[in-house]
């Protein structure tokens, strides 16, 4: 009669058996040399070779794809915002110890980041509006707040779902300082990338919405992609709500496109600009009749 052991042994999978030698040489910190005999998807060094790109970006789509349909995400407002901006208390904190060091450049821009944290608290206010809207409705319709993943006001959004006791979605890019994903991200819903592109592909998938918070580089980047998307009929219409009149009116002066014939006039409209966390869900509500 065979024991349990043999039992286990004649019925684990070669897949199996690939996984527990790729663990067992992390756990003893041991490098993976090129082995022609690994199983190809087994063998670190093949996956990432320059000719293999292609099947890595297609699992960075499908990874993702496959957990969020199982969790049964399928709606998300996207949140968009600076990832250098910190909670009131936080900023507090920086405050005072930069008011006790006497030097007036960390006190500038500690005061700065004080001015700042307002957005930090608006996004976490909206995230809670958001997640407790989601409470009452059925699984395929709820609307789960998705961001970055990282810290400031994708932070601040996510904190807001957490506070009501919602998930939500952390799409986090490995970058060469290090982004970790922010502590209220959902821990099953929390994803890294490496390509930027697959990234922006499952910001776009589930989006119901975009929210944009005043932010860099990065937030200008997502927010352009969106209009252009949207403008060229590439993506449905959603609605896209620029957060803090000030900055946005000080940094986007779009009429010199219109001026120029570089846009429609039309194209205009494809924005609104708020100051109030519920005037961005009124918005999200109005164009949806919810």
Known sequence: ????????????????????????HADRGVSLEADAYRLAFADPEFMLRRETRGIRIQLEMLKPEL?????????TVVVYGSARFLAPEQAAERLAAAQASGDADALRAAERMV???????????????????S??????????????????????????AHDVGVPSVGLN???????????????????????????KMHF??????????????????????????????KARPVPIVLFGGDYWNRLLHLDVLVEEGAISPEDLQLFTVVDDPADAWRVIRDFYGL
């Open 67 to 75: 957990d969020l349909t199982e969790a049964g995400v399928a709606n």
């Open 204 to 233: 776009m998938m589930r989006a119901k919405a975009l929210v944009a918070f005043p932010g860099g580089f990065g937030t200008l980047d997502e927010l352009f992609e969106m209009l252009t998307l949207v403008q060229t009929r």
């Open 135 to 160: 409470l009452k409705l059925p699984q395929e319709e709820k609307l789960y707040i998705c961001t970055g993943g990282g810290p400031g006001v994708m932070e601040a959004a996510n904190r807001g």
């Open 1 to 24: 009669m065979e024991s349990t052991e043999d039992i286990k042994l004649s019925t684990r999978s070669p897949l199996a058996d690939a996984w527990a030698e790729l663990q067992a």
């Open 115 to 133: 001015r700042n944290a307002r957005y930090y608290e608006a996004a976490r206010a909206f995230g809670r509006i958001v997640a407790n809207y």
């Open 173 to 199: 890019i490995a970058l060469p300082h290090e982004q970790s994903a922010n502590p209220y991200v959902s821990p099953e819903l929390c994803f890294k990338f490496h390509y930027f592109a697959m990234r």
